[in-house]
């Protein structure tokens, strides 16, 4: 009897133990989840190159407790009214000017709080293969929206083609051209649109995330193009945007830091071949 009841004793001790080793087991796996939540951070940005670049940063910042989500856009408007309405928590896509410019006209209230990188724009050929071959009254298509049209104008002032009023600066349009001696002609495209209608053009002024989505390259591909030291550089430096009031969000402020950090700047320079540039 005795020998029984020490057997039963010895059972019992098994069981509890075993019994523990589960429940130590599931406290792990729910420590274990709680560790993998990670903290959302929802970005608007255009395919190339700002949604790459966002992409390769990650693994940086799920170490830092963040879930990079990415939402792509392929237009200019939508990521910004997106970004006031709260449904994004920034975005990445647009230059400094065009975002002032947009507050300005659309009664939004976005700030900037990383300047990353500028894209040069190129001037590249279509149906007329070079500067030399340009025909009088041959036709050029430049974006539509305002600064990237005063941006493309002044390009083709510094190609020599036109001549603008200096008192237009980067407010300038067709209207401000005060020489044109070759009488070009200039097709007024969405910016999306440009890279797909060379065919249809004697050349294209196309900004620099579109001409990568077209396979063309600013320092190969272009008949001219904005150097580092051109005013463009600064003017028109691609910024991270949040609405006003978010700036000392931490995870946004954790984003910025990733954006302008040496795995983001070498990720730039292997990848984009001098077709982006960093400015930090």
Same mark, same amino acid.
């Given at each position: 009897?005795?020998?029984?009841?020490?057997?039963?004793?010895?059972?019992?001790?098994?069981?509890?133990?075993?019994?523990?080793?589960?429940?130590?087991?599931?406290?792990?796996?729910?420590?274990?989840?709680?560790?993998?939540?990670?903290?959302?951070?929802?970005?608007?940005?255009?395919?190339?190159?700002?949604?790459?670049?966002?992409?390769?940063?990650?693994?940086?910042? !799920?170490? +830092?407790?963040?879930?990079?989500?990415?939402?792509?856009?392929?237009?200019? @408007?939508?990521? #910004?009214? &997106? %970004?006031?309405?709260?449904?994004?928590?920034?975005?990445?896509?647009?230059?400094?000017?065009?975002?002032?410019?947009?507050?300005?006209?659309?009664?939004?209230?976005?700030?900037?709080?990383?300047?990353?990188?500028?894209?040069?724009?190129?001037?590249?050929?279509?149906?007329?293969?070079?500067?030399?071959?340009?025909?009088?009254?041959?036709?050029?298509?430049?974006?539509?929206?305002?600064?990237?049209?005063?941006?493309?104008?002044?390009?083709?002032?510094?190609?020599?083609?036109?001549?603008?009023?200096?008192?237009?600066?980067?407010?300038?349009?067709?209207?401000?051209?005060?020489?044109?001696?070759?009488?070009?002609?200039?097709?007024?495209?969405? !910016?999306? +649109?440009?890279?797909?209608?060379?065919?249809?053009?004697?050349?294209?002024? @196309?900004?620099? #995330?579109? &001409? %990568?989505?077209?396979?063309?390259?600013?320092?190969?591909?272009?008949?001219?193009?904005?150097?580092?030291?051109?005013?463009?550089?600064?003017?028109?430096?691609?910024?991270?945007?949040?609405?006003?009031?978010?700036?000392?969000?931490?995870?946004?402020?954790?984003?910025?830091?990733?954006?302008?950090?040496?795995?983001?700047?070498?990720?730039?320079?292997?990848?984009?071949?001098?077709?982006?540039?960093?400015?930090?």
């Amino acid at each position: 009897m005795k020998k029984l009841f020490s057997l039963l004793m010895v059972l019992s001790l098994v069981l509890l133990a075993a019994a523990g080793c589960g429940d130590d087991k599931a406290t792990g796996n729910n420590a274990g989840n709680q560790q993998a939540e990670l903290t959302p951070i929802v970005v608007g940005a255009s395919p190339t190159p700002h949604e790459e670049i966002l992409n390769a940063l990650k693994d940086t910042l !799920a170490e +830092q407790g963040y879930d990079l989500q990415v939402q792509e856009y392929t237009d200019y @408007i939508i990521p #910004n009214t &997106a %970004l006031e309405n709260g449904e994004i928590d920034a975005n990445y896509f647009q230059h400094i000017t065009y975002m002032n410019d947009f507050n300005e006209e659309n009664g939004t209230h976005l700030v900037a709080i990383a300047d990353v990188h500028y894209e040069p724009m190129g001037l590249y050929p279509g149906k007329t293969a070079s500067l030399e071959e340009l025909a009088d009254g041959a036709t050029i298509g430049i974006p539509a929206d305002p600064t990237n049209e005063a941006r493309a104008l002044l390009l083709l002032e510094a190609a020599g083609l036109i001549t603008l009023n200096p008192e237009a600066g980067i407010k300038a349009t067709p209207y401000d051209i005060t020489d044109n001696p070759k009488n070009l002609q200039f097709s007024e495209l969405e !910016a999306a +649109q440009l890279p797909r209608s060379l065919s249809d053009l004697d050349m294209a002024v @196309i900004n620099g #995330n579109y &001409a %990568l989505q077209a396979n063309l390259s600013a320092a190969t591909d272009a008949l001219a193009a904005e150097d580092d030291q051109s005013l463009a550089a600064t003017l028109y430096v691609n910024v991270l945007a949040v609405k006003e009031g978010t700036e000392d969000d931490p995870k946004l402020k954790a984003l910025a830091e990733a954006l302008c950090s040496e795995t983001a700047k070498t990720f730039i320079e292997e990848t984009y071949n001098g077709n982006v540039q960093t400015v930090f």
